[in-house]
């Protein structure tokens, strides 16, 4: 694992996928600003200094993952760790977004690699609020230093790679099932309700479950809905 860390550049997730061949697997790159950060649905991510921007590459294993999806879930899950380790109260909104208060302070991005048809490679760019003093979101956000965090973002890019270390080896082992209790316990969701967006539909219902596939269980008036693509509303 080799961690590559550069002062600009436009969106790490880029720079990794034009770079693919030369990095290995767990490498990662690090920048401390980027000048066109990505996030999903085409939006920007603000990537002012003093946010972590890291892209994370995988190319091992991944015949073994069910979906492109849990990847993102499993960083949502490490991130969220972190953070709780150092007091903050974070939980995730499903299926890759981490907040604390009701503002959103991490946001992922797995894109994949094909090479024809082959799965080439799997890359988790995420971006987390540390100390940045502006941030420029449509979402209603906050710094992970506001809520009482005083971490670099080195040491903070360690403890979340070290938690997604583990957790990717029991998901390529043994599936989501045995991530799937703490994964619930971080989604504060569960039994309320929530709008969801599908692709063009919006849907309304109570977040029932996450499944055994990661998958959330939406109960719209008695129907059982299980989405396995889409957003959570704010
Ligand atoms: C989102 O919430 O929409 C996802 C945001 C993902 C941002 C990260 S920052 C590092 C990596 N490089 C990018 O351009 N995007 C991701």
């Not at 008695?222 to 957003?231: A, F, H, S, T, V």
Request: aromatic share 8%; proline share 1%; glycine share 8%.
């Amino acid at each position: 694992m080799a961690i590559i860390f550069l002062d600009s550049v436009t969106s790490t997730n880029t720079y990794c996928g034009r770079n693919i061949d030369n990095l290995k697997h767990f490498d990662i790159v690090r920048a401390r600003r980027q000048n066109e950060g990505r996030g999903r649905k085409l939006r920007k991510w603000s990537s002012e200094e003093g946010g972590l921007y890291f892209s994370l590459v995988l190319k091992d294993g991944l015949d073994k993952i069910k979906s492109l999806g849990l990847l993102t879930q499993l960083m949502a899950l490490a991130v969220c760790k972190s953070a709780r380790a150092h007091g903050v109260e974070a939980y995730i909104k499903w299926p890759n977004d981490v907040l604390a208060k009701g503002l959103k302070f991490c946001g992922i991005l797995s894109e994949a690699i094909f090479d024809g048809e082959k799965l080439k490679a799997v890359i988790i760019g995420t971006g987390v609020n540390l100390s940045q003093d502006k941030i420029n979101s449509e979402k209603p956000s906050i710094t992970l230093k506001s809520l009482g965090v005083d971490k670099s973002a080195e040491e903070l890019l360690k403890e979340i790679v070290a938690n997604f270390t583990a957790d990717f080896a029991l998901l390529k082992d043994s599936g989501f099932e045995p991530l799937r209790e703490r994964y619930k316990k971080s989604f504060l969701y569960l039994g309320k309700a929530v709008t969801m967006r599908v692709f063009d539909e919006e849907l309304h219902g109570i977040a029932e479950d996450i499944d055994e596939a990661g998958r959330l269980v939406l109960n719209e008036g008695g129907k059982r809905r299980l989405i396995e693509i889409g957003d959570m509303d704010f």
